[in-house]
């Protein structure tokens, strides 16, 4: 997975991106094998995305918004893990197969 947990919920952290647009971020990231090892390199995936009509084009940010967005990322992440919380995303080989769209679609046909 190009994205690590970390960017993933640094791009959360960002105003105007929620799970959808995040999701379309990652997608774009992993189609073309874009690594992400810094702000910058987030900054760019989210202006290639624009560019690439995935995006809003009024999702654009500073580097310093990004550097900001990382670190109240970081600061979930670790009052997280203090508190022994786990955290995994849906990209996650763990992520558990009962919780994806599909599945839980077809548990509620099975209630129904």
Known sequence: MPISNNYLFTLLQLPGIG??????IVRYSDSQEIEISSAIDLNDLIKACIDN????????????D?????????????????ADIHIISKYDKDYPQNLTIGSLNNNINKIL
């Open 66 to 82: 990004i550097n900001e967005a990382i670190n109240k990322a970081n600061n979930i992440i670790d009052k997280s893990n203090e």
């Open 19 to 24: 799970v959808t647009t995040a999701n379309k």
């Open 53 to 64: 009509k995935l995006i809003s084009n009024k999702l654009q940010f500073s580097n310093s």
